[in-house]
């Protein structure tokens, strides 16, 4: 196969490199995109899921933090799963 080959509708390999190392670029991007929210994601695990049995307000909030954020009613069973 050289760079001559034509592959489908008169598209030679030459033509088509840039586009595959276009694409190749793409790929690496998006890798370190998901690299860095990974990277993210591991504060998450310093939050705990809550949902504030006075305003209904639920989502992640710090492992330390003990009021609610919308409301400010104090968050006492913080990841218990019993009452
Ligand atoms: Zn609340």
New binding site residues.
């Given amino acids: 196969m050289t760079m001559d080959t034509i592959l489908f509708n008169g598209i030679t390999v030459g033509r088509l490199i840039p586009w595959l190392a276009a694409v190749a670029v793409l790929y690496a991007a998006l890798k370190i995109y998901k690299a860095l929210f990974a990277k993210k994601k591991v504060n998450l695990q310093h939050t705990v899921y809550f949902v504030?049995?006075?305003?209904?307000?639920e989502g992640h909030i710090s492992k330390f933090g003990t009021r609610?954020?919308?409301?400010?009613?104090a968050?006492g069973n913080l990841g218990a799963g019993s009452e």
């Fill in positions: 504030c049995s006075n305003c209904g307000w609610c954020p919308k409301c400010d009613a968050a």
